[in-house]
């Protein structure tokens, strides 16, 4: 299973947000650029970059900070947040990101992200099943869509998607323990699928039991900045 430590950004600045709340936010670095090394120089491949700012803008407002993660160290970022156009797209990919998360448009304009699947591939084009509950959340996680989780998951699969990064939202970013019970249902559901586990990771055993429901990967966020995990508790799994 694949260790992703999540650098959110808001003013060019490491943050966390408590279950999605703007309001409750706390700020850790104001150099994402040197946690992004820390991360890297600890023995991580992934990074998963949130453009908070971007996801309220509904266009990339941190790319500054995207490209100098990417010039400066060899982490797979994928990045998320504002990505709404093919131009926002490119820009992200052209900044240094290898792969884009696609969350509320991939709801609301399913047949544009479809469009994006076959131009970019799967590889390149991630799903943000952002979910509370039984439903997908949108516009930065402040509205309910109509959709399910397995609906979206299915829906895509089937447009030929392969990588989910799934996010509870009432658990994100209030150090709870993940939300197990509902990967586990995930992976039997849809084996074929590729699952990232968001919200909600707090310990090591979490990490590990993440690793024997099946799934592809695990983001740490608020965990390893308030040191609840340490990147060297971590090395197992590097």
């Not at 993660?69 to 982490?75: C, G, R, V």
């Not at 590889?123 to 039984?134: C, P, Q, R, S, V």
């Not at 197990?180 to 074929?192: G, H």
Request: proline content about 3%.
């Amino acid at each position: 299973m694949e260790i992703i430590p999540a650098i959110d950004l808001v003013n060019g600045q490491c943050v966390r947000l408590s279950a999605g709340d703007f309001s409750r936010q706390t700020t850790y670095d104001s150099d994402p650029v040197a946690v992004a090394q820390r991360f890297a120089d600890a023995g991580v491949r992934r990074l998963h970059l949130v453009d908070l700012d971007g996801a309220r803008a509904g266009h990339p407002v941190n790319l500054a900070v995207l490209e100098a993660i990417a010039k400066k160290t060899s982490l797979d970022i994928d990045a998320g947040g504002g990505i709404q156009t093919l131009t926002s797209l490119t820009q992200v990919l052209d900044a240094g990101a290898s792969h884009v998360t696609a969350g509320s448009l991939a709801v609301r304009e399913p047949r544009t992200v479809e469009a994006w699947l076959a131009r970019f591939g799967a590889d390149t084009i991630f799903l943000g099943a952002d979910f509370k509950g039984e439903h997908i959340m949108i516009n930065a996680w402040a509205d309910q869509s109509s959709l399910t989780l397995a609906q979206f998951i299915g829906d895509y699969l089937e447009a030929g998607a392969t990588t989910f990064i799934c996010t509870d939202v009432s658990k994100d970013g209030l150090l709870q323990g993940p939300s197990l019970a509902i990967y586990k249902t995930l992976v039997q559901q849809f084996p074929t699928a590729r699952f990232v586990a968001s919200g909600g990771v707090t310990t090591v055993a979490d990490v590990e039991a993440l690793a024997e429901a099946g799934m592809h990967g695990a983001i740490i966020g608020k965990a390893l900045y308030e040191g609840t995990i340490s990147l060297p508790e971590l090395k197992p799994f590097l």
